[in-house]
């Protein structure tokens, strides 16, 4: 199966994802990964709505079925396009989801969240400086679950979601269990 990364927006997740991606691609999954146009021109965000058009674009020419695996920038921009969206996911898999920074950016995830027909599994770290697993667990109900994530030889009050093995069981488990 196809699984699409988005990861944080700062140029250090860059790295970050492909190693995700080549963690993944281990475990028999296809990864495609978006970077973001900021990244070439040293700028310091992600245009939100720019990174949305491109996984608009992506999803539409993937024929069959296919997952999402997104941090923090990269939930914002998941949630984000599922209105326009021609193919649904199966599942999407989020960590460190940036709750209070969307909301500043003028993203409410709690709305945009109401518009999700898929499975959702966040995991999120207790003290996650972007958004507390607390907070974030306002956006749960219906197809989204918010679990705490488990840090292992990683600290829990950070937004670094390093441990490649927690990463690739969060996303395996998905998958197992989006399976009919």
């Not at 027909?117 to 607390?134: A, E, G, H, L």
């Not at 306002?138 to 829990?156: F, L």
Request: proline fraction near 4%.
């Amino acid at each position: 199966m196809k699984v699409i990364l988005l990861s944080g927006q700062s140029l250090n997740n860059r790295s970050w994802i492909e190693e995700v991606g080549v963690s993944l691609k281990s475990h028999g999954l296809t990864p495609d990964v978006i970077h973001y146009s900021h990244w070439d021109i040293g700028g310091n965000s992600a245009d939100v709505e720019k990174e949305t058009e491109k996984l608009v674009e992506l999803v539409g020419g993937i024929n069959g079925d296919y997952c999402i695996f997104a941090k923090s920038i990269g939930s914002v921009i998941t949630f984000n396009s599922v209105s326009k969206l021609s193919n649904l996911p199966k599942f999407a898999v989020m960590v460190g989801v940036p709750l209070n920074t969307a909301k500043e950016s003028g993203y409410n995830l709690n709305e945009l969240s109401l518009k999700v027909n898929f499975p959702v599994w966040i995991y999120q770290k207790r003290s996650d400086p972007y958004c507390s697993f607390t907070d974030l667990k306002a956006i749960e109900g219906g197809v989204i679950v918010v679990k705490e994530y488990e840090c292992v030889n990683e600290p829990n009050n950070d937004h670094h979601y390093a441990n490649m093995d927690t990463i690739k069981n969060i996303v395996t488990n998905a998958l197992n269990l989006s399976k009919p």
